[in-house]
Every structure is written in C-alpha cells, then in structure tokens.
C-alpha cells in the first residue's frame, strides 16, 4: 500500500490505515531519512489509536510508553542512538516485542534480526521539497 502526503494533513489516511493493519500487526517499524517524518507520523498515529499524552522522540530514553484510550500499553522506540544489539537486548526489548501489544520502532533497519518476522513495514521517503511517499508493507 502506498501513499503520497503532500501536507501534514493528509497523514490521516496512513494513519488510519496503520491503525486497521495494527489489528493484525503489533510491531510497527518505521524507517526513512532523517527528517523523513517518522516522528510526525507517530504523533498522528497516537491520535487515531487513543493516545491523550504528548507524544515525543525517543531518541534519547530510546523508549516512551504510552497508553490508548482503553489503558492498553503502546511502546514507541528509537534504535538510532542504540550502539548494538547487545544494548537493545539490555533494555528488554524481546519483551516488548513479545508483549502481545503495539510496538512502534523508528530506526528498525539498524537491528532487522530483532525484529519479530510478522511486523508491518513503513518506509517514508522525501519526494521534492514537501512530499513524502509513504510505503506499508506486510511481513509474516
């Protein structure tokens, strides 16, 4: 499924449409540029599943938990600062991703072997100046 976004807008229908295919798929990762989105788009998307709290960049925790309207756990992380796998196991990521609820990773790519082989894929790419191109694949 692709989408082209030419404003902030219009990143309502992707993320509606991640927020059917989270239904299915609990890990969510998302990979561009920096400077892509990947922030904006999970702001919009914690909208559309629930999320009161202001959302903000991992970067530095490397992980932020949220909850949707109904209580339940949304983790949000940021693998860019993380070094190796090593450092992503000592946070406990394999529990998270486990956990049964919806996992959010900017930066999947750096530390694809962690990731659980049924996960939905995002890749944003800058087209132009303004517009992004936004791809969701499904895997598993």
């Known amino acids: 499924m692709k989408f082209v976004v030419r404003s902030i807008d219009e990143l309502r229908q992707v993320s509606d449409a991640i927020k059917e295919k989270s239904k299915n798929y609990k890990i969510i990762c998302l990979d561009g540029d920096l400077g892509a989105g990947k922030t904006t788009l999970v702001?919009?998307?914690g909208k559309v599943l629930g999320i009161s709290d202001n959302i903000s960049s991992p970067t530095f925790s490397i992980i932020n938990e949220y909850e949707d309207r109904d209580h339940h756990p949304i983790y949000h992380f940021d693998f860019y600062r993380l070094k190796d796998e090593e450092e992503a196991l000592d946070i406990g990521i394999e529990e998270?991703?486990?956990s049964g609820h919806i996992c959010i990773i900017e930066w999947s790519r750096m530390f694809q072997d962690l990731i659980p082989s049924k996960h939905l894929e995002i890749s944003i790419n800058?087209?132009?100046?303004?517009?992004r191109e936004i791809t969701l694949v499904e895997h598993g």
């Open 96 to 98: 998270y991703l486990y």
């Open 43 to 45: 702001k919009d998307l």
């Open 126 to 131: 800058l087209v132009g100046e303004k517009n």
